[in-house]
C-alpha cells in the first residue's frame, strides 16, 4: 500500500511541477505577453500549453506502463499496468488532440486569422510543428486501431508491432518541444526537468527491455533442459541456468520468454512458472493454443532461452489468512501449481478446486496427488466426463458454497479462462468473500 501510494505520488509530483511552473510563470511573464485575465486569446494559448506539457508527460507515462519496468510491475503487477495504460492512452489522445486545437485557436483569434490559415501558416512556415503533426497522427491511428473491436481483429504480434511506432511519434515531437514550446525555450529549469524526464524514462526502458534480460542471459546461461508432455495438448519445458538461486522468483510469478531457435526467436510469450520456487529449474507448463505454443513441443534441449522477468504480483507474499481456497480452470494451474508447495509450508489451511473438461486434460495430476498427501485439499470437477465418479459439471456458486463451506473465511487465488473468472468473482462476491481478500492472474496482457 505504502508502495502504490509513494508511485501515485511520484507520478502526481511530476505532473504537479508541470502545472506549478506554468501557474507562476503566468503571474510573473507570460512568454507571448499580455496578462491572463483579461485575453481570451491568452487563455486559450495557456490552456493548450499545458494541454500539450500534460500531453507530452503522460505519453512519458505511458512508455513507462508498457516498459515491463520493473519497479513499477512489482508493485501494480503487468495485467494491471496494461489495463491501466489503456485509459492513460486516452489522456494522451485528448490532451495531445486538444494542444493544437486550443494553440491554433488562440494565434488566430490573437492575429484576426482564419483557423484554419493559421493552422496551415503553423505547418508550413513553423519549425518542427509538421513532424509533430504527423507524429501526433501516428498516436491517432495507433489510438483507433487499440479500440477493442478492431484490437481484437488481430493477431497479437500485428497488434504489438502497431504500438512499435509510439516510439518514432514520440521522438518526432521532441524537436518540437524543445524549440517551439516557449517554457522549455524561455526557461532552462524547466528545460532540465525536461531533459530529466525523457532521460530517466529512457533509462528505464534501455534498462528492463534491453539490457536486464541481455545481462540475466549472459549470467544464467538460460538453456532449455528437456521437454516432457504433460498433458492433452499441454507441454512442460524445463529450463536450467548458471547460478539459479540468484535468479529471485517467487512461485506464482510468471516469465516472458524468447527461444533463440529458428521459428522461435522473433516472439516474446509471457508462461508461468509451474514449479515451486525453490526448485534448481524453470518450468513453463504450455498448453497449446496457437501457432507459437503449437510448436513448443517441437524445442530441442540446449535452445538458449532469453528471459525478461519474473514480473507479476499474484504471489504467496500476498497472503494474510490462515486458511487459503485456489480455484484453477484448465492451464491456469499453472501458478496455483507453484504456489502450493509455499503455502503447505507455511501450514496454511489450503483447498484446491481444480475445473478440467475431461480426465485427460487434468495437468501435474500426479504431483498434485502427491500434495494431498502433505495437507493439500484437491477436488477436481469435470465438465465433460459423464461417467467421472467425483464432481462434475462446472464451479457455480452452489458448488463452491457445498464444497468449500467456510469460503468466506479464506483467501482466494484464481485463475482460468476469462468466462470462467468472471463467474466466480461473482459467486465469490455473493458468498461474502471480500473483495480484497480474492486475488486472480489473468493470461491475458
Ligand atoms: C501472465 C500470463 C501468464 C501466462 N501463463 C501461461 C501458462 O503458464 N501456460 C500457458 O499455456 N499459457 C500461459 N499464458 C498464455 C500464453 O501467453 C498464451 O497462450 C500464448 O502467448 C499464446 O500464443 P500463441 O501464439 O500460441 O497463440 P495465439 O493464438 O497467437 O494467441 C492467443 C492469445 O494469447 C495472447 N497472446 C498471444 N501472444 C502473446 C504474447 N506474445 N504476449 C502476451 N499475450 C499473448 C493473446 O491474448 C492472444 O489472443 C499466460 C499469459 C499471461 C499474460
Avoid at 145 to 155: A, K, T
Avoid at 359 to 382: D, M, P, T, W, Y
Wanted: hydrophobic share 45%; glycine share 8%; proline share 4%.
Amino acid at each position: 500500500m505504502i508502495k502504490k501510494t509513494g508511485v501515485y505520488l511520484l507520478a502526481l509530483a511530476g505532473a504537479g511541477i508541470i502545472l506549478a511552473f506554468v501557474g507562476q510563470n503566468l503571474f510573473v511573464v507570460s512568454p507571448v505577453g499580455g496578462t491572463i485575465a483579461s485575453d481570451v486569446s491568452l487563455q486559450l494559448l495557456t490552456a493548450g500549453r499545458i494541454a500539450a506539457l500534460l500531453g507530452a508527460y503522460v505519453l512519458l507515462l505511458q512508455l513507462l506502463l508498457i516498459g515491463r519496468v520493473r519497479w513499477i510491475e512489482q508493485v501494480f503487477g503487468l495485467d494491471r499496468l496494461s489495463r491501466a495504460h489503456h485509459y492513460n492512452g486516452l489522456a494522451v489522445l485528448v490532451l495531445l488532440m486538444l494542444h493544437p486545437v486550443l494553440v491554433t485557436f488562440g494565434y488566430s483569434l490573437r492575429d484576426d486569422v482564419p483557423f484554419f490559415e493559421q493552422e496551415l501558416d503553423f505547418l508550413r512556415n513553423w519549425e518542427d510543428v509538421l513532424s509533430a503533426a504527423i507524429g501526433l497522427s501516428l498516436l491517432i491511428i495507433i489510438g483507433i486501431l487499440s479500440i477493442g473491436f478492431i484490437r481484437r481483429r488481430f493477431r497479437y504480434e500485428l497488434w504489438y508491432g502497431i504500438h512499435l511506432p509510439l516510439y518514432i511519434a514520440v521522438a518526432l515531437a521532441i524537436g518540437h518541444q524543445f524549440e517551439v514550446g516557449s517554457d522549455l525555450t524561455l526557461n532552462n529549469y524547466f528545460r532540465f526537468y525536461w531533459y530529466f524526464l525523457y532521460g530517466f524514462v529512457a533509462v528505464n526502458l534501455l534498462w528492463y527491455r534491453l539490457l536486464r534480460p541481455i545481462l540475466h542471459a549472459l549470467r544464467h546461461d538460460f538453456r532449455v533442459d528437456r521437454i516432457e508432455a504433460e498433458a492433452e495438448d499441454v507441454t512442460s519445458v524445463y529450463i536450467t541456468g548458471r547460478n539459479l538461486a540468484r535468479f529471485r522468483r517467487r512461485p506464482g510469478q510468471f516469465l516472458i520468454v524468447r527461444f533463440l531457435a529458428r521459428g522461435f526467436w522473433r516472439e516474446a510469450h509471457p508462461f508461468s512458472l509451474s514449479c515451486p520456487a525453490e526448485a534448481n529449474y524453470l518450468r513453463l507448463s504450455i498448453k497449446r493454443l496457437g501457432d507459437f505454443t503449437g510448436k513448443i513441443p517441437r524445442l530441442v534441449p540446449g535452445t538458449r532461452v532469453i528471459i525478461e522477468g519474473p514480473n507479476g504480483v499474484f504471489t504467496p507474499g500476498r497472503c494474510k489468512r490462515e486458511k487459503v481456497l485456489l480455484i484453477a480452470g484448465g492451464i491456469g494451474i499453472t501458478p496455483l501449481r507453484a504456489m502450493a508447495d509455499e503455502l503447505l509450508q507455511q501450514d496454511r489451511d489450503v483447498t484446491l478446486l481444480y475445473g478440467n473438461r475431461k480426465q485427460n486434460g487434468i495437468v501435474f495430476e500426479r504431483e498434485l496427488a502427491a500434495l494431498s498427501e502433505k495437507g493439500l485439499r484437491v477436488v477436481h470437477i469435470l465438465s465433460d466426463e459423464p461417467d467421472y465418479p467425483g464432481e462434475k459439471g462446472v464451479l457455480t456458486q452452489e458448488a463452491i458454497a457445498r464444497l468449500v463451506p467456510d469460503v468466506a473465511d479464506r483467501e482466494v487465488f484464481l485463475c482460468g479462462p476469462p468466462k470462467m473468472m468472471q463467474g466466480i468473482l461473482k459467486s465469490l462476491h455473493a458468498l461474502n468473500v471480500p473483495r480484497r481478500h480474492v486475488y486472480y492472474e489473468r493470461f491475458a496482457l
